[in-house]
Each structure stands twice: as C-alpha cells, then as structure tokens.
C-alpha cells in the first residue's frame, strides 16, 4: 500500500507523485483510489488501490539508477530492420510492461529513426508517449527539470 507523497510509476502514463487516497462510489460500490499528480502536463490520474499491482504501479527508481538508465540510453545499440507494424506492436509491448530499460530502448530507437528516415504519424505518436513515461520518471529519480533530462537526450545524438 502506497501512502501520500510516493513517488511510484504507472506504466503507460508515467511517473506522478501520490497527492490523496480517495474513496468513490461507482455504481453503487465505494472504493479506494490513489490520486497521481504527474509532473508533466498538470495531470491527475486516479488509480484503483485494489488494483494497483495487478496495473504494475512500481516505486520510483532512485537517483543512482536514473544515472544507470542514462547511461543505458546513451550506451544502447540501435537496430530498425524491422517492418513498421512488427516494431510497432513489439515497440507497444515493451513500453506496457513498465520497465524503464525498455522504456529508454524504444525512445532511443525511436529517435535514431526519425532523425534518419522519419518516423509514421503512429510511430511518432508512440515517441512522444514513450518520451513522457521516461522523461516523467527520470525527472522525479533525479530530482531535476524535464528541459535537463531532454538536453542529456540531445546531448547523446550531437555526441554520436
């Protein structure tokens, strides 16, 4: 159970702060809800406390890994051979299932793409998404802005 000021993530939207625990009543039942602020975008979402688990919320991965997975995106090996659709749904698979190594394996990918031969409105869709999750986690890891963290991005292609 997560308590007011966790920082967990919630694969497919991102990384957020818990701001309340709520109780609200659906068709009659009441349940419990945590209540994410994310830092990008002014959003909250609400997550079912009973379901939290199964949904894959996670605690936010601490300073020292942030730097790992840096490290990782700027240290990976990109390979697009595949068909737009086959690296789509793979590209899907990897960002629902929440690990943040992953997550920065598609953005990168992604990113080598578009600068090289552009991405499908799909594709660009799913950077911008995938983009948000990391950014979004690697913002409360490191305690940093969400400019600092797309400027080391940046930096890892003007390096290259």
């Known amino acids: 159970m997560y308590s007011i000021g966790d ?14 625990i709520e ?3 659906f068709q009659g039942v009441v349940s419990k809800y945590y209540v ?5 975008g002014d959003m909250k979402v609400m997550i079912p406390t009973l379901n939290a688990e199964r949904i894959g919320i ?3 991965i601490d300073g020292n890994e942030a730097d790992k997975v840096l490290e990782e995106f700027a240290n990976a ?8 659709n086959k690296r789509y749904r ?28 552009g991405l499908s409105t799909g594709e660009k869709k799913m950077l911008s998404s995938a983009k948000q999750i990391l950014v979004s986690e690697l913002v409360l890891a490191k305690n940093v802005t969400q400019n ?13």
Do not use: H
């Open 36 to 40: 994410m602020k994310m830092p990008m």
């Open 58 to 60: 996670r605690d936010v």
């Open 148 to 160: 600092e963290i797309e400027s080391i991005f940046e930096a890892v292609f003007t390096a290259e």
């Open 90 to 117: 793979e590209n899907m698979v990897k960002i629902k299932g929440g690990n943040i190594y992953e997550v920065a394996r598609v953005v990168k990918m992604l990113m080598t793409r578009d600068r090289e031969k």
């Open 23 to 25: 109780e609200q009543e």
């Open 7 to 20: 920082k967990v993530v919630y694969p497919m939207y991102g990384a957020g702060i818990i701001e309340a």
């Open 77 to 84: 090996s990109v390979e697009c051979d595949l068909s737009w």
